[in-house]
């Protein structure tokens, strides 16, 4: 990206945010993530970020990298996402956020920003402006967990409906629990029990396979953020 | 704002149309005792393509089974003991694959482990072996037992091979190949972990892997990747806990224990059987010496060692987002 004004920046953030058309995120129930997109990503901006999570217990899940890095913060209880550009200016002597909310402006040293805004000010002073976009809970897509037996799918599930269900297998059976945003089996006929020991899952490509079992659960989401996992 | 909508249309416009003529073929199997999923771009009906592929997978599942007692690989071990015995081109070219490999990594990578599997226990009831029993294993295994002559194999008594170390990669690779003379551009074959990312996705990107985090839920880096091929060897999916040490199924081929100096090892490579293989055989070496192999093969490496400290070893254009910290 080459030299931009707020203004510019500004517009640049929310034609990208239009293009995804806030199915950024996605997925995460009752959690509030932050994505960042930066030109620096490994710089101090991250750096702020990552500081900015701690304090304000945020949970890092995700990041990357092109042009520009994508980091996520998901914060369990929180029925809200937020897209957060930054950009590094060469002219500005102080940090500047811009909330924007449902396509308004909102004003960042008030609510939920509020922490967000004087950390940023005291640490990035004079070097970056952050716009947030924030996305409403009735905005996002439900988080949903895909059952796999034989290759074929079998069920879909809420993963915000908290549930425990058994399912019978072409090699026995197995006990499945969906919990708060999240999916783990609790019990398997199988041997090395290597599905109850991977724990919960609750983000999109993350997998439990049994093979035993014919089984695999995934998570899937509008945000990919991966195609595959190697594990 | 209203400068911003335009464009922002726009760019919906241009990519939907572009996507529109490609369409996602996906099916997962359960083959090489691990699942096996191809995703695939086509503008055709891919289905025929995908049984032709799975068909392929099936075929070097059941010739190299581990299991299976009557596969070709178990029965050719059984005969090689007794006589030289002549070995197939796939499988000649498998050996000499593997036994490459081993030499690049001091013999770290072993495929005549399988007895030593076996008294640990982990494809049945893992258990701690005693000293005594592991000793007496590793009589039967190593490099040295295992005698080629140009296209013939003998193996000394109580010898066998393993080829599951090097399958999973290698159906994969046969698997692109496949896909590729078919005119693919665009494919994700991933075989429990063991991924080749066939060309970019019809968005122009690259295909994005991310690597498991070994402690953790979630990942720990994430890698881009365009025609090239990754695996990951870990200590966290098949283990047992005793006295409050842990026991995983990679073996160290000189103690016959666990490889203690690694979580997790990544490896990008030209090949899956190339990533499959170097990353099992790296997480034997750990991270000093793999920087070397990596050095020397120009590979992109990411280690996270038995302290959870990550080293990316990039030599090769890949490089590795870190994602979470090293540290439970």
Known sequence: ?231 | MKKALPAALLLFLLTGCRNEELKLYRRTGFYLGTYVTVSLYSQKNAEPLLEKVFAEIKRISDKYSAEDPSSYINRLCQRAQKSYVELDEESLFLLKSSSKISSLTCGAFDLTLGPLKKLWGFNSKPRLPSQEEIKEVLEKTGWKKVHLKGRSLKLDSGCFFDLSGIAKGYAVDRAVEILRSAGIKSALVDAGGDIYALGKKPDGSKWRIGVKHPRKEGLIAVVELENSAIATSGDYENFFIKDGKRYHHIFNPSTGYPASLCQSVTVVAPTTLEADALSTALFVMGPQKSREVARNLGLSVLIVDSRGQVHPFEFSGVRFKIIGGGKK
């Open chain 1, 1 to 231: 990206m080459a030299k931009m004004t707020r203004r510019e920046f500004l517009l640049f953030s929310l034609s990208v945010l239009g293009a995804s058309a806030f199915k950024f995120s996605g997925r995460e129930n009752n959690r509030m993530s932050i994505h960042a997109i930066t030109s620096d990503p490994e710089g101090t901006y991250s750096m702020i970020i990552t500081r900015l999570s701690q304090e304000m217990d945020l949970h890092t899940v995700f990041a990357d990298a092109e042009t520009a890095a994508l980091l996520t913060y998901t914060r369990p209880g929180r029925g809200l996402r937020a897209v957060v550009f930054a950009r590094k200016l060469e002219k500005e002597e102080d940090t500047n956020i811009t909330v924007v909310k449902d396509g308004h402006i909102l004003d960042p040293r008030k609510g939920l920003f509020r922490q967000v805004y004087s950390k940023l000010r005291k640490e990035g002073k004079g070097t970056y402006l952050i716009s947030i976009a924030v996305e409403d809970e009735k905005l996002s897509e439900k988080a949903k967990a895909v059952v796999e037996m034989d290759g074929r799918r079998i069920k879909e599930l809420d993963l915000a409906e908290n549930r425990v269900l058994e399912l019978k297998t072409p090699a026995g059976r197995m006990k499945i629990e969906v919990k708060e945003g999240k999916i783990r089996v609790i019990e398997s006929s199988c041997r090395n029990k290597i599905c109850v020991r991977t724990g919960f899952i609750s983000r999109p490509h993350e997998k439990i396979v049994c093979i035993p079992n014919r089984v695999i659960i995934s998570v899937e989401g509008t945000l990919p953020a991966v195609d595959a996992v190697t594990s």
